[in-house]
């Protein structure tokens, strides 16, 4: 008999497409060895083109699935991706809290604040973003806005890594424990920087742009990757580090795959076994 894993659960939505969304979480937490479980919030009709449209789910079956798994297999960590409407995120707030999740609580919680798909389609009801802002936020271990998301947030236009520190700044003032300021969207910096912060430190995890526009499912599994991290014991800057490390590679092995966006890909976790390109087309 094996030991069993640790567990990581993502509350999320579905991506037809299978590069982003819950299918993104649950391959990344397989790639980082840990049990993945899920509490589906909607499913969406996507491809690599865009989201066409999406239904949710009942905001009682989200609460129901995420007890279902917390109290028989155990949640080592969470994460939140598309959380669609103002009802599902009230919903996961009152659930994830009087589950013990969240921030100086036993189970790490992060956040990650999907508000539209990298096509420019909304994820998130018009409603839903100031009970994101003010339920949400202020239960997270970790928040982890990219550029465009930061905006909708603080309403700050950021560009650059002194524009990242101002919006972590600005951002915990909302109460999440910390803040990650993800950088692909920088247009005005080089190298792709994620800045990490708790208001004591900031500090900066930096790396290679790769020139690629197959990047679906990034964020996705940037904080997949971290949540992984955290329900295995690491705490949040070691996680954060540990994440980036991933992410960074499965950019550079992203592939194309349809007409517009193809995923990121942690294929290389798996070494030399997997099926060539040639012997996929076959
Ligand atoms: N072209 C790129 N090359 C290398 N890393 C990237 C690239 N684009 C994004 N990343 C990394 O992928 C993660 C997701 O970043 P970002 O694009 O900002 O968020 P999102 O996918 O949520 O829009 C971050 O760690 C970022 O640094
Ligand atoms: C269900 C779902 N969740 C999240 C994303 C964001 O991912 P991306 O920014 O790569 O489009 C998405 N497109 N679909």
């Not at 069993?4 to 999320?12: E, V, W």
């Not at 391959?27 to 589906?40: D, L, P």
């Not at 996680?239 to 490390?245: D, F, H, L, R």
Request: aromatic share 4%; hydrophobic share 40%.
């Amino acid at each position: 008999m094996t030991e069993t894993p640790k567990t990581a659960l993502t509350i999320a939505g579905s991506d037809s497409g299978g590069g982003a969304g819950l299918q993104a979480d649950l391959r990344t937490f397989f790639a980082c060895g840990v049990h993945g479980m899920t509490a589906v919030t909607a499913v969406t009709v996507q491809n690599s083109i865009g989201v066409s449209g999406f239904t949710e789910i009942p905001p009682g079956i989200v609460a129901a699935q995420i007890e279902a798994v917390a109290s028989d297999m155990g949640v080592n960590a969470a994460k939140t991706g598309m959380l669609a409407s103002a009802e599902i995120i009230s919903t996961v707030a009152s659930t994830v809290d009087a589950l013990g999740f969240g921030r100086e609580r036993q189970t790490p919680f992060v956040v990650d604040p999907v508000a539209a798909s990298m096509h420019g389609d909304s994820l998130l009801r018009d409603d839903a973003l100031e009970a994101l802002r003010t339920e949400l936020l202020p239960r997270a271990t970790l928040v982890t806005p990219n550029l465009d998301e930061v905006r909708l947030l603080t309403g700050l236009d950021v560009n650059d890594v002194a524009g990242q520190r101002d919006a972590a700044e600005a951002l915990l003032a909302l109460g999440p424990q910390w803040v990650l300021v993800k950088g692909g969207h920088a247009t005005d910096s080089p190298r792709c920087v994620d800045l990490l912060s708790d208001g004591t430190h900031v500090l900066e995890f930096e790396g290679p742009r790769y020139d690629t526009p197959h990047t679906h499912g990034g964020g996705d599994t940037l904080a997949s990757a971290i949540t992984a991290h955290l329900a295995k014991g690491l705490g949040v800057p070691d996680a954060v580090s540990a994440g980036k490390k991933f992410i960074e590679r499965c950019v550079a092995e992203s592939y194309p795959l349809g007409a517009g966006a193809g995923p990121v890909s942690p294929f290389w976790r798996l070494g030399p076994d997997i099926p060539s390109p040639a012997s996929r087309d076959s």
